[in-house]
């Protein structure tokens, strides 16, 4: 399903989410083949890759917030929140939201596709297609989602971040083979399926 704009759309930990026009939303149902006991996270990371490949080749340089976001020069383009439907350990579809500011109003930290240097084409149509590019790109590596980890690692967003527990600096140590992002500090590792 593409809408024009969303008024009652569900954001990450189930917030309410607007989505104005000239933006690119997207509900989408995959079917997949492959394995994954469960690894959305890792799925969307994948496609959050695909996504990452098709703006490049449009010269909008991008990077990774894990687990879920586009970011522009640290500002957030595009998010992603994905799911999937098994039967035992068999995948079965993957079910992805996606948002992507095109020509749309943006809110304090984020940034449209317009505001970005060197893009020309600023309509959402065109932006459309583009996403289906990248699902249907996403779709076809299928299998667990491992193919997406180099890349992933050239476009995480950071080396380090502070620890919202403690307030340390840990070191990001890479993204596991479950999507789940590793952290170091000194000899102590953890490892974040979603944040804190």
Request: glycine share 14%; with cysteine; aromatic share 6%.
């Amino acid at each position: 399903m593409i809408a024009t704009r969303q008024r009652r759309g569900t954001g990450q930990w189930g917030r309410r989410w607007l989505s104005p026009p000239g933006g690119v939303w997207i509900s989408a149902a995959l079917p997949w083949n492959g394995r994954g006991g469960g690894r959305a996270g890792l799925l969307g990371l994948a496609l959050a890759v695909s996504m990452a490949e098709r703006l490049e080749y449009h010269g909008v340089s991008v990077q990774i917030k894990w687990p879920n976001d586009l970011l522009v020069e640290g500002r957030k383009l595009a998010g992603l929140l994905p799911a999937v439907v098994q039967r035992g350990c068999d995948i079965r579809l993957l079910r992805i939201g996606l948002g992507l500011n095109v020509s749309n109003r943006v809110p304090m930290g984020a940034v449209a596709l317009r505001q970005c240097s060197g893009i020309s084409k600023v309509h959402p149509d065109h932006w459309v297609a583009e996403v289906l590019l990248a699902l249907d790109r996403c779709q076809q590596a299928g299998g667990d989602g491992t193919w997406c980890l180099e890349g992933l690692k050239k476009r995480l967003w950071a080396d380090h971040l502070r620890h919202p527990r403690d307030g340390q600096i840990w070191k990001i140590a890479g993204v596991d083979a479950d999507g789940a992002l590793r952290l170091c500090l000194g000899d102590r590792i953890e490892r974040w399926h979603r944040w804190p």
